[in-house]
């Protein structure tokens, strides 16, 4: 997991492929873009522009992924993301179907929840459990981008 904010340098090299996806969030307008997936470059990198409302956290399952890493970057509105490492040991509720890049678990351990504002960015690889788009207080409309990067280009 790396925590970040867009308008900050990364103080350590990041792979070209996650520097790519990060100049992808500077890049565009991201409050005129419409809803939807966006090709960045194929099944190597592309994007998921999302508008939504955040839920309590016992409202939604943990997920992790094997394919792609995920940066979640939020452009509206106020994201806590529950994280976690998976210790190999929580219970799944849904597992990875053919085809889906996606698991869900039935509870982790060690979860700890992560604050994101606008500008900020949350980079999750698959050894990373996730449960994005909750809220703390009341639900809130946001607007964020997903960018999926294919693990085989790290």
Do not use: W
């Amino acid at each position: 997991m790396i925590l970040g904010h867009i308008n900050n340098e990364a103080t350590f090299p990041l792979p070209p492929i996650i520097q790519q996806g990060l100049e992808f969030l500077k890049a565009l307008d991201l409050l005129q873009i419409k809803p939807g997936k966006v090709d960045i470059d194929g099944d190597r990198i592309f994007a998921e522009i999302v508008d939504t409302v955040t839920h309590f956290k016992e409202e939604s399952k943990p997920e992790s992924h094997q394919k792609y890493i995920d940066i979640h970057y939020l452009i509206s509105g106020a994201e806590y993301i529950g994280v976690s490492i998976n210790t190999m040991d929580n219970p799944i509720y849904r597992p990875f179907a053919p085809g889906k890049d996606i698991q869900f678990y039935d509870s982790v351990r060690h979860e700890n929840l992560v604050e994101l504002f606008p500008g900020s960015y949350l980079i999750l690889f698959p050894q990373d459990i996730h449960r994005p788009c909750c809220c703390l207080q009341e639900p809130v409309s946001i607007r964020k981008v997903i960018v999926k990067i294919a693990v085989s280009e790290i």
